[in-house]
């Protein structure tokens, strides 16, 4: 874990009891770092090391994304002066709070594609602490957590299987609440070019549905097809108000 100095905030801000003792009318906390991780639903997030949080080349085009972007440094790091935090308004330290987590998640989704960063969330991968894959000839294989959306507030996190090479949701909707720009969309890619020998082989078998034994009649199967996407197509059609029962064709 991270290493620093501990400080004085209202619990309330973080969301968490205090460590400290209830008798000598302190409110010490952990690390902020320590406390953000050990947080529920954050268990896909690995630690970043404090030093890579500070480098400014690291944090290039984050500044705009929060407001008082130094102060939020800062505060992540545990460096944020006692008596500023102190001082601020209830209203003030809860936003410091979001604007932090948010600051985190995107330094996150950086630190992640470097080669400490990949260590970090290969050990995690290995404990299948993404989860494992719902397809029954996946046979439990780990998946790796991704965006598909760079930009935040975008699409929420999703799960991807290296061996059938879908994507799947969160199971928990604590996870469901993650940002997906907090591990973008090149970690995965990144993390099995990386890693080769994590690569699993894809399965090979895969459900043929049938009746009393016999397999379903291909032309069956392709007439089901085509009704599917017929019926895709129709409710595309509709949503985006265009009368079905005029006849097509360009406009001239």
Known sequence: MTEGKKHNIPSSAVGSPSSGSPSDGSEYVELWIDLFLVKKGHEYFCDIDPDYITDRFNLMNLQKTVSKFSMVIQYIVDELDENAIANMSQSKLEQL???????YGMIHARYIITTKGLQKMAGKYKNSDF????????????????????????????LYCPACE??????????????????????AGMFLQ??????????????????????????????????LQRSKLQGRLTDSNINLNKNGGYKS
Do not use: M
């Open 194 to 227: 990386t890693f080769p020998e994590l690569v699993p082989r894809h399965p090979v078998k895969k459900y043929i549905p049938k009746v009393f034994g016999f397999q379903l009649h291909k032309q069956a199967q392709l007439a089901r097809w085509q009704e």
């Open 166 to 187: 879908d994507i799947y949701l969160p199971k928990s909707t604590r996870h469901n609440s993650i940002d997906g720009a907090y591990f973008g969309t090149s970690f």
């Open 97 to 103: 709070e979001i604007d932090s987590k948010k600051t």
């Open 131 to 158: 989860g494992r894959c719902p397809r029954v000839y996946c046979n439990g294989q780990p998946l790796l957590p991704i965006g598909l959306s760079d930009i935040p507030g975008v699409e929420s996190v999703k």
